[in-house]
């Protein structure tokens, strides 16, 4: 798999939006981009995952750039509950049972 | 409510003794997965099953061991043979077919060996 590489930290003001990177490279054009979250203490949360395009939920949207080599993950509007550690995760989707590597990920903290 | 359920969520043993940690789904998911996190760190693969009966070593299957007899449930044991066995561990479950790779996670274990 691609390795990815996360800033350790950031802040976030409530109300404002984050905006998460992770740089991924090393991508393959089979790899999708993942996104998870944990709250302190708890199993992590699936956030959202693209392959090329951008893509948007009731969470959160991710933007991947047009070559792949990076993608950023934009929580519009950060309330105190999204603060946790997120992890950018690079996978190919296969017929198998494969795994997701997480990294150290980027500790997000949001404040008043 | 359809989810995981790990139990217990704090466990305390004395060095030497095996213990088993408890994974169920009502998902009706295929895959199961034991991670461990250590402190600051991320997550890392022990085993997963793909189906029942079934199961694979991740990246650090040394000193623990797995059964997976029914669909819903893939307890862990940790044996007196791993080295460093306090963490937080964490079982997950994923749903059948590969449009999406989402995986769903109990709320952890906390295991403590003194």
């Known amino acids: 798999d691609a390795k990815t590489t996360q800033p350790p930290s950031m802040d976030c003001a409530e109300g404002r939006a984050a905006n998460l990177p992770c740089n991924h490279s090393?991508?393959?054009?089979?790899?999708?981009v993942y996104w998870y979250r944990q709250i302190h203490s708890q199993g992590p949360q699936y956030i959202i995952h693209?392959?090329?395009n951008n893509e948007t939920n009731e969470m959160a949207s991710l933007i991947i750039t047009e070559d792949r080599k990076s993608s950023t993950l934009i929580l519009p509007h950060a309330t105190l509950r999204d603060t946790a550690v997120y992890y950018c995760?690079?996978?190919?989707?296969?017929?198998?049972?494969?795994?997701?590597?997480f990294g150290t990920g980027t500790r997000l903290q949001v404040t008043l | 409510d359809g989810g995981i359920t790990q139990s217990p969520k704090y466990l305390f043993r004395k060095e030497g003794q095996n213990v088993t940690l408890s994974c169920e789904q009502n998902?009706?998911?295929?895959?199961m997965y034991w991670y461990r996190q250590d402190p600051g760190q991320g997550l890392r693969l022990i085993y997963y099953?793909?189906?029942?009966?079934?199961?694979q070593k991740g990246d650090i299957a040394e000193g623990y061991s797995v059964s997976r007899e029914k669909k819903e449930s893939f307890p862990l044991t940790v044996t007196s043979a791993q080295k460093n066995p306090t963490a937080f561990y964490l079982c997950?479950?994923?749903?059948?077919?590969?449009?999406?790779?989402?995986?769903?996670f109990g709320p952890g274990t906390r295991l403590t060996v003194t």
């Open positions: 997950a479950s994923r749903a059948p077919g590969t449009a999406s790779y989402e995986q769903y």
């Open positions: 693209g392959l090329k």
């Open positions: 099953s793909q189906i029942v009966n079934d199961f």
């Open positions: 090393t991508i393959s054009g089979n790899e999708y």
């Open positions: 995760i690079v996978r190919v989707i296969t017929g198998t049972a494969s795994k997701l590597t």
């Open positions: 998902l009706n998911h295929d895959a």
